[in-house]
C-alpha cells in the first residue's frame, strides 16, 4: 500500500491548469527530499520537479516555467502547478520521497499516481 497519496489529476484543455497534491506521512515527508515523477505511455517515468539539498529545486526542461513545486511543512504536504498544460503532458503523475529524489534510483516511497490528460 503507497503511503504517499496523489490528488488532483483529471482532465483539461491545452493551457489549461491543474494542481497535484501528495499527502505524505510525517516520517517520510520530513525526512526524504520530496519530488514529482510522471509516466506517460511506452515512455520511461521521468522526473518532473524534485527538492534536493539545501531546498534548492529541480525541473525538467520541459515543464520549466509552466510547473512549480511546492510543500507545506505544517501539513506534510507537496503540490505540483501546472500551467500552460500541453498534450504533452499527459502521464501518470507519482509522487515520490527519497534519500535523492531527483533521481529514480535515489527514490524509497512512490504514491499509487494520478492521471493527468491534456486534450488539445
Known amino acids: 500500500q503507497a503511503q504517499l497519496v496523489e490528488s488532483g489529476g483529471g482532465l483539461v484543455q491545452a493551457g489549461g491548469s491543474l494542481r497535484l497534491a501528495c499527502a505524505a506521512p510525517g516520517f517520510i515527508f520530513h525526512y526524504n527530499a520530496m519530488g514529482w515523477y510522471r509516466q506517460a505511455p511506452g515512455k520511461q517515468r521521468e522526473l518532473v520537479a524534485g527538492y534536493g539539498g539545501g531546498g534548492i529545486t529541480s525541473y525538467a526542461d520541459s515543464v520549466k516555467g509552466r510547473f512549480t513545486i511546492s510543500k507545506e511543512n505544517a501539513k506534510n504536504m507537496v503540490y505540483l502547478q501546472m500551467n500552460s498544460l500541453k498534450p504533452e503532458d499527459t502521464a501518470v503523475y507519482y509522487c515520490?520521497?527519497?534519500?535523492?529524489?531527483?533521481?529514480?534510483?535515489?527514490?524509497?516511497?512512490w504514491g499509487q499516481g494520478t492521471q493527468v490528460t491534456v486534450s488539445s
Open positions: 515520490a520521497a527519497g534519500v535523492v529524489v531527483v533521481a529514480t534510483a535515489g527514490v524509497k516511497y
